[in-house]
């Protein structure tokens, strides 16, 4: 398949993740109705996903891609490559060049999030260049914030729902400008920054 400006919401929770309801059937049957061309299932420091869905294109044509969400004490990051034998509890400074040396692609989820913010070192030292500035769960503050943040260290501007329920899949994605076929092209495009927050949001129910 090839399709060019790729509609993402790299930010998606499953009932594998204890805080959410959103059923992995649930996504998989609604993703395409609401415009989404891919995607990405990141829980909360687990890939067990993988063991009840298929990763890859699906057969209504949607691209399923599993990545996860690292919590860090220095801010949660979204993760994709090969990043399932990494140990659990390291802090960010270790994380995040440790993905890099795999061959994979971080984003640092929500980092203004009033509760729990990033530590702002990670960004000062460069080690990470992918921000999440648009998040369907964040005020309009807190997403403000971040916005400044990446601004102001030349990053890599991201969005993503956050979803945890149905009705929030889909709220804030992310524009791609090459073809992402597999995760090894998301996380091309993501490092290559060839991407944008989407103008297109739906407004929270």
């Given at each position: 398949m090839y399709t060019v400006h790729m509609l993402i919401d790299l930010h998606v929770h499953s009932t594998c993740s204890p805080c959410s309801v959103l059923k992995p059937?649930?996504?998989?049957?609604?993703?395409?109705?609401?415009?989404?061309?891919?995607?990405?299932?990141?829980?909360?420091?687990?890939?067990?996903?993988?063991?009840?869905?298929?990763?890859?294109?699906?057969?209504?044509?949607?691209?399923?891609?599993?990545g996860m969400e690292y919590t860090t004490d220095q801010g949660d990051y979204l993760l994709f490559g090969d990043v399932r034998s990494l140990p659990h509890g390291l802090s960010a400074e270790i994380l995040l060049p440790e993905v890099r040396a795999l061959g994979g692609a971080a984003i640092a989820a929500h980092?203004?999030?009033?509760?729990?913010?990033?530590?702002?070192?990670?960004?000062?030292?460069?080690?990470?260049?992918?921000?999440e500035v648009e998040n369907g769960r964040n005020s309009a503050a807190e997403n403000r914030h971040a916005l400044e943040l990446a601004s102001g260290h030349d990053m890599t501007f991201v969005a993503g729902s956050d979803?945890?329920?149905?009705?929030?899949?889909?709220?804030?994605?992310?524009?791609?400008?090459?073809?992402?076929?597999?995760?090894?092209?998301?996380i091309d495009a993501?490092?290559?920054?060839?991407?944008?927050?989407?103008?297109?949001?739906?407004?929270?129910?």
């Open positions: 059937s649930e996504i998989l049957a609604n993703a395409r109705s609401l415009g989404l061309d891919a995607v990405c299932i990141t829980d909360h420091d687990t890939m067990s996903i993988l063991t009840q869905c298929r990763e890859g294109f699906q057969p209504d044509g949607l691209l399923l891609i599993v980092p203004c999030r009033t509760w729990r913010p990033a530590d702002p070192v990670i960004f000062d030292r460069g080690l990470c260049a992918i921000a979803a945890h329920a149905l009705e929030e899949l889909g709220r804030c994605p992310t524009r791609f400008t090459v073809p992402v076929n597999s995760k090894a092209d998301l993501l490092n290559r920054g060839l991407c944008r927050p989407s103008a297109r949001h739906r407004s929270a129910a």
